[in-house]
């Protein structure tokens, strides 16, 4: 019976370590830009900025805009710049009056394959100094 | 007139440029036995600058006149460009250019649009298939020719020697060497692998998902490109005018910033 209870609070203990029940006091989030490639290259999206800057939350996208994998999006047929300016994916800000409109600025986040191939060249002068 | 005089005199004229002068002026100044140095002494070589300004004029002039039928042009409204290259591969595989040559690239450029605020702008270049092609003037071979009924500018690759000075006198850097043709190889607004079957659009143009490339015939009011090029309301600008070479690839922005 002892043992039973000492097992049961040891969970209880560890799972209270794991994840706090109250008061998340900050919020964590990847720190690489996330870059979509599809269905052109190359879309970055920086949670920094999002987060930061715009002081967004992880639950004001997540999960009901994406899902928290990311490259979920991805693969959904309908991720593109149609299913933005109906207020999908990234639209349900980008559009104009929460956030600048989808159809503007188009290379505020478009980076092509010239900004991708840089960001990779970055990261990979990053590993090498690992 | 002794020399130092002569020299005097010579240095007092006005550099008025060789970049104006028509290819046809060159040619019969050249036959004169004189050099074209930049500096026209006497009043004959004058008068034929400035005639030559009368009937080319400045970029926003020459817009109307459009010696080719169909006049093929091509307008890229530069900020819808977000460098996907979608049309680099699409030109790579109708074109079948080589890993290491190229017919169209995509430079990037960084706006300054307020106090530390930048904004990205891709540039799309290709062939200008000039009006006057300084590529065309160069080749010893004639390999490298202006088609007198669309005004493209064609290679014919069994007259190319490789002395790659075409690639020298683009203004715009769109020449390479093709080892495998052992020619230099360039854009011909697709006539080759598209136009001459039919096609109306170039690979580019069709493959661009963001309306970038607007392809058509200069010379027909109707045609999207004649209306762009012709909007009062916009900005249209060719590159390196300075060349004097009369690009017929256009540039836009639709103001999308």
């Known amino acids: 019976m002892k043992r039973w209870l000492f097992l049961i609070l040891l969970i209880v203990f560890a799972f209270a370590l794991y994840q706090p029940l109250w008061g998340q006091e900050e919020e964590e989030y990847p720190e690489e830009p996330i870059i979509f490639t599809k269905p052109v290259k190359a879309v970055v999206f920086d949670h920094k900025k999002h987060i930061e800057d715009a002081g967004l939350s992880c639950d004001d996208c997540h999960d009901e805009l994406f899902e928290m994998a990311a490259g979920t999006a991805e693969e959904n047929e309908d991720f593109n710049m149609k299913s933005l300016y109906e207020g999908k994916y990234c639209g349900a800000c980008h559009n104009g009056d929460m956030a600048f409109a989808s159809n503007r600025k188009c290379t505020t986040c478009h980076i092509g394959v010239l900004g991708w191939q840089r960001l990779q060249g970055e990261t990979k002068v990053k590993e090498h100094h690992h | 007139m002794d020399l130092k005089k002569f020299g005097k005199w010579l240095k007092s004229l006005k550099n008025e440029g060789v970049e104006h002068l028509p290819v046809e002026e060159r040619r019969a100044f050249l036959k004169m036995g004189l050099k074209v140095t930049g500096v026209f002494a006497g009043g004959t070589i004058l008068s034929l600058v400035s005639k030559a300004e009368e009937v080319f004029g400045a970029a926003p002039e020459y817009v109307d006149k459009f010696p080719y039928k169909p006049h093929y042009s091509m307008v890229l409204i530069t900020d819808r460009c977000v460098d996907c290259q979608l049309c680099m591969e699409a030109c790579v595989r109708t074109n079948h250019v080589p890993p290491y040559g190229w017919r169209t690239k995509i430079f990037e450029r960084r706006l300054v649009v307020g106090p530390q605020q930048y904004e990205r702008q891709f540039m799309p270049v290709l062939c200008n298939h000039c009006n006057i092609p300084p590529c065309v003037r160069v080749c010893p071979t004639k390999a490298t020719f202006k088609d007198k009924k669309t005004g493209i500018v064609r290679m014919n690759p069994k007259k190319c020697i490789g002395c790659k000075t075409c690639m020298v006198a683009c203004p715009y850097d769109m020449r390479y060497f093709n080892e495998e043709k052992r020619a230099v190889d360039k854009c011909d607004f697709c006539w080759e692998s598209r136009l001459s079957k039919g096609e109306t659009l170039t690979a580019c143009a069709a493959a661009c ?38 690009p017929n690839v256009f540039y836009t922005i639709d103001g999308l910033g």
């Open chain 2, 209 to 246: 998902p963001a309306g970038v490339r607007i392809f058509g015939d200069l010379a027909d009011p109707e045609s999207r490109v004649y209306k762009i090029v012709h909007d009062p309301s916009r900005a249209i600008w060719v590159l390196r005018p300075e060349t004097g070479a009369k």
